[in-house]
């Protein structure tokens, strides 16, 4: 097991930060991909986008190791996922219990737990790193404070401080915007560019197709299958979003070109762990 | 006031039962932290009755009962463990079937002994005047043993109850962990059998862990809190039955319940006062 040494997996730095290969996920009867295949480069930034139950779970499961896929390949710097301990995984908020008695500076060391290794306490330079992500999204003063304290935004700053702090070189953030105001979602978007130009890679699920449009510089529609996969202005089509969403999605003509509105107001199709 | 306190040590099985309650406050309050935290409760509470079986079976053959207890409980938490894995029952679903089955079968057996309600009465709510020497070293054993554990793996337990995504994406051996703990709970049942019983177990796991969380929101500070209200409680339920003469693990545990309602109600009340504060200073 990979904690006793907490050394990463090796990292072929010639293969692709995370490719999936023919990759299907069945539980029982369901399918909840199927023949999935893509390619992310270092410091690539994607949105994944799709209708509620389209698998955008299942999907981040996959990369991170929680489920196997029933076939195809997953690969992360060029070796499966699952002795791995670089990707970093951002949840959403409301699946955390905040009144967890953990400071700041406590949810953040978490991230490190994987390097520590088992039977062995934090060091200075765990503590270093520690602050150091913590002064990357501005929360160093904050370090003491009682997670159950924070606003939203800070708490999604905790966040990526955490995955800084586990030195995560693929990060995969389950709508990381939803519930923050302008400020708050300013501040992520600026950690997250700040993110990428030090050679991480992303991969955003979000329900908003306009964010995803305007935010990301690839975008990933899927429903189950990938049904488009690159810029927005290729991805984001009248014809894909029509193949994505089916009856779910009306497009009305507008001032300026179409009007598209989806019914994904909120998250869903979950898979617990394991 | 010393004398008061003097009185009751003359006695040697007042000193053992004394040892014996102190000891079982704080390794079921530190384990109790994370039964809490992970929404255990439940599970707490049937485990304790599920080993009845197992007591009485070691009684009627004369075995130590905490082996009898120690054997069922371990083999009833992962089969639970594993029982909920499969996802075709839900988990409180499988747990209650298992719960109140294995809670009758003992009751059943224990019924053809002659002894029967006494017996019954010092399983369900405890003896701890009846606490011998090798009890003691029982208690101490496993509970050294308990405390570290959770001490050996404080941090992965962290992650588990924090985010068991966390878990699994940092590559912790998060399904060993799982089974680790539900055997610590197994474990700590048995310590705590003689002290309170199998009834009342459920307020040793929870109510020190409780009244910890309302005071602090640091997982160690929240720990040694929690150890330092459930053994201050039984001591003090122990003298409380001494001097008004009623049973000792009910008297625990009502201690202990009276010190949670204390924090939470003044916790409630000085928050209403600042908040009464807050407007005070808005509307001026």
Redesign the interface.
Known sequence: MNSFTGNDAPHDAQAPALSMEHVTVRYGNVTALEDVSFILRRGDQAAVVGPNGAGKSTLFNAVAGIVKPTQGRVKIYGSGPDRHICIGYVPQRNRIDWRFPASVFDAVMMGRIGQIGLFRWPNRKDREKVRGALAQVDMLDLADRPIGDLSGGQQQRVFLARALAQEAELLLLDEPFTGLDEPSRQAILTILQRLCAAGATLLVATHDLQQAGELFPLVMLINRTLIAYGPPDQVLTSETLGRAYGSRLHIVPAEQGELVLTDTCCSGGRVPVE | MFEWLLEPLQYGFMWRALLASAMTGVICSVIGVYVI?QGMAFFGDALAHIILPGIVVAYLVGWPLAVGALIVGIIAALGIGALS?RGELREDTAIGIVFAGSFALGVALLSTVSTYAVDLSHILFGNVLAVSAQDLWVIGGLGLLVLLTVG??Y??F??L??????A??????ATFLRYLLLVLIAVTIVVALQTVGIALMLAMLVTPAATA?LL????W??MLLAAAIGSLSNITGLYVSYYINIASGPAMVLVMTAVFLAVFLLRSGRNRLMENGDTARNAA
Do not use: C, H
């Not at chain 2, 699994?168 to 051996?173: A, D, G, I, Y």
């Not at chain 2, 602090?216 to 997982?219: E, N, S, V």
């Open positions: 935290l894995r050996a793996f941090k992965e962290m992650v109850a924090f985010d068991a995504t966390l699994v994406v940092l590559r912790l051996p969380q602090t929101r640091r997982l500070r929240m």
